[in-house]
């Protein structure tokens, strides 16, 4: 009777396996869970399967290499669940693991850029795992801390408040990174310190300041002629700058509706010193990384030049 079933295109076990790949044991491991069921035994009791074994043999390898449980597995040979169904909800779960890996990733780059301890990279994994909502509670509590009482809405604050980091849902590493940055900056005493220093003296300074064209203005000067000044590796307290700064001082002058001299300048230096920060540039540069935002040149620079020009000057 086993000759008979096995001429009607039955086939055992070990044939089974030679036309899949598979081991003989795998194969018992389907058929024991129900996944692919012998049409048949011989009198011995040997497993003998029908030509239509290898196709289903084949799409239970093929769900099982792409994550897909037994239970589903068995469901979809049931025909409880189609293919498109099950593709569907796996691709998305797929999707979740490979940003939740792409973030692991992005963490250990960037620790191993910093050489960071264990606590540094427990941190920074802690911080790449904060939802939208966690992200924007930080930034949000450093923006009222360090406004508190002397910005109304209509002013830095509120420009900062606006600005919140917007980790897309699959992120870049560069993104990643950029956001553990920017948390661990203004989560910096020293930092803190300086952009509480610069909102008091905002306050302090009132309406007395120039409007948005002539500030504007002024910036773009101090941009090209302290910028340029400083590609040309021009010593800021050499003879060369003086007729940047001469040129530059008269326009802050203007701007504030004073006059140009000695006294002014100091004045000058010591305002443009307390609003001139690399860290808070460096704030906004993160916010654009992660937010996809175009980024903009270092502007610091030119004004940490301009700066040191005009106390140069004072000093000679």
Wanted: net charge negative.
């Amino acid at each position: 009777m086993a000759r008979a079933m096995h001429d009607d295109h039955l086939i055992t076990i070990g044939e089974l396996a030679r036309h899949t790949g598979l081991p003989v044991k795998t194969l018992r491991f389907y058929s024991d869970s129900g996944l692919v069921q012998p049409a048949g035994r011989t009198d011995a009791g040997y497993r003998l399967y029908d030509e239509g074994a290898t196709a289903r043999v084949e799409l239970v390898r093929t769900l099982r290499e792409l994550g897909v449980d037994l239970a589903t597995t068995r469901r979809v040979l049931e025909r409880e669940l189609t293919l498109a169904d099950v593709a569907a909800a796996h691709a998305a779960a797929l999707e979740a693991q490979i940003r939740v890996l792409r973030q692991r990733r992005a963490v250990l780059r960037a620790a191993a850029s910093r050489g960071s301890t264990t606590q540094e990279m427990k941190l920074m994994h802690k911080l790449a795992q904060l939802s939208d909502g966690g992200r924007r509670r930080i930034i949000e509590e450093f923006v009222e801390e360090m406004f508190e009482g002397v910005d109304s809405d209509g002013g830095v604050a509120a420009k900062m408040r606006a600005a919140a980091p917007d980790l897309p849902d699959d992120p870049t590493d560069e993104q990643v990174a950029a956001w553990i940055e920017l948390a661990e900056l203004v989560a910096d005493d020293d930092f803190r310190r300086r952009v509480r220093e610069m909102a008091v003296a905002g306050k302090r300074g009132g309406s007395g300041g120039p409007d948005a064209a002539s500030a504007q203005s002024v910036a773009q000067a101090v941009a090209e002629r302290a910028g340029a000044a400083l590609a040309a590796e021009i010593d800021p307290s050499s003879a060369q700058a003086r007729p940047v700064v001469d040129e530059l001082a008269p326009m802050f002058a203007a701007a504030h509706g004073s006059e140009d001299g000695p006294k002014f300048r100091a004045w000058l230096a010591d305002v443009l010193d307390t609003f001139t920060d690399s860290r808070v540039e460096r704030y906004w540069a993160l916010l654009a990384i992660i937010n996809g935002w175009p980024s903009r040149p270092a502007a610091v620079p030119a004004w940490e030049w301009l700066v040191a020009a005009l106390r140069s000057e004072a000093v000679a």
